[in-house]
């Protein structure tokens, strides 16, 4: 389940993992960025498809995490 605002949840996944660590040490005007980042994700994809979706990240190896990442930002770069 994607992390509610305000939380830092075990996580699997080697880079979200390290998210987790980030996250953790976060403090501030950082950590209510982050807050506010998960709950409008949660509000925009709705709380099913978040947590669709993050059960999905979480079963990414770290090459597989990569290679999604890496693919959604070439279409960004590319769309601007």
Known sequence: MIPR???CDVIRNPVLAQMQTTCAG??????EAHDQAIARARRDLGPEQADTLWVRVE??????T???VRS???RAIAST
């Open 5 to 7: 605002a305000g939380t």
């Open 66 to 68: 990569v290679e999604y």
């Open 26 to 31: 976060l403090g501030g005007e950082s950590r």
């Open 72 to 74: 959604h930002l070439d």
């Open 59 to 64: 079963a990414m190896s770290y090459d597989e």
